[in-house]
C-alpha cells in the first residue's frame, strides 16, 4: 500500500530551528509537496521538490532524498505565526496526490 | 482574484438530510478536487474532474455524488446524510497533473455537522 509517515506534533522554540521529517513508500514518485496549514484554514503551498537536494525559500527549506524515500522541511528562525500543521504529500506514478497526516507544530516563547 | 471559494462555511444537517456544496474558482485551472480532512488523517480525496463535464472517483468516493458544471464550478452532493460524514470539506484546483503545475490552492472549507 501506500504510506506517507511524519510525526503527530512537535514542539520548538521562538528564534530557534525545526526539521520536519517525512517518509514516503508509494508506487512511483512524480514529486513532493509541502504545504502549511493554519488552525481552521485551507492548506496553503510551501514547496515543490522533484529532484534530489535541498530546496531553499526565505526561511523554510525542503530536502529531498528519493533514493530513501526521505524529505525534510526546515524552519529557521522560528516566529510565533509558524505554529500550524505541516502536510507533506507525494505524486505517484499515476500522478495521484498522497497525503500525510500532517505534523503539528507549536511554537513556544 | 478570489482563487478558490466555497459555500457554506458551516452547516449542521440531521441525518438523511440532503445538502450541495459549491466550489468555484477564477485561475482558469482544469483540475478541481474534493476532499475531506478528520482529525489524525490526511486529506482523504473524494472525487475530482480532469476537466468541464468529466468527474472521477477519489479514495472515499461512497455517499457523495459531483458535478463539474463548468470550467469554474464543481459541486458536491450528499444526497443522505451520515453522521459518519461529519467533516471538513475542502475544494482545491489546479492547472495540470506534472510537477509543479499540480500545486493545488484550496477553498476555505465547509465545516459540516451531522447529527
Known amino acids: 500500500g501506500q504510506n506517507i509517515d511524519q510525526p503527530t506534533e512537535m514542539t520548538a522554540t521562538e528564534g530557534a530551528i525545526v526539521q520536519i521529517n517525512c517518509t514516503y513508500q508509494t508506487s512511483g514518485f512524480n514529486g513532493l509537496f509541502w504545504y502549511q496549514q493554519h488552525a481552521g484554514e485551507a492548506p496553503t503551498f510551501l514547496s515543490y521538490n522533484v529532484l534530489d537536494g535541498l530546496e531553499e525559500k526565505g526561511r523554510f527549506s525542503s530536502f529531498l532524498s528519493r533514493s530513501k524515500g526521505y524529505s525534510y522541511l526546515l524552519l529557521k528562525e522560528l516566529q510565533m505565526k509558524d505554529s500550524a500543521s505541516y502536510l507533506c504529500?507525494?505524486?505517484?506514478?499515476?500522478?495521484?496526490?498522497?497525503w500525510g497526516a500532517g505534523t503539528k507544530l507549536i511554537i513556544k516563547p | 482574484n478570489a482563487g478558490v471559494t466555497q459555500t457554506p462555511k458551516f452547516r449542521v444537517l440531521k441525518t438523511g438530510q440532503s445538502m450541495t456544496l459549491l466550489c468555484a474558482q477564477d485561475?482558469?485551472?482544469?483540475?478541481m478536487y474534493w476532499y475531506r480532512q478528520d482529525p489524525g488523517m490526511g486529506l482523504r480525496l473524494i472525487h475530482y474532474?480532469?476537466?468541464?463535464?468529466?468527474?472521477a472517483k477519489g479514495e472515499v468516493p461512497d455517499g457523495y455524488n459531483v458535478s463539474r458544471l463548468n470550467k469554474r464550478e464543481f459541486s458536491l452532493r450528499l444526497e443522505s446524510a451520515a453522521p459518519s460524514q461529519t467533516s471538513v470539506y475542502f475544494c482545491a484546483s489546479s492547472y495540470g497533473t506534472s510537477g509543479r503545475q499540480e500545486t493545488q490552492y484550496f477553498g476555505p472549507g465547509t465545516r459540516l455537522l451531522v447529527l
Open positions: 474532474s480532469v476537466g468541464e463535464g468529466t468527474t
Open positions: 504529500a507525494v505524486t505517484d506514478s499515476n500522478y495521484q496526490l498522497i
Open positions: 485561475m482558469n485551472h482544469e483540475y
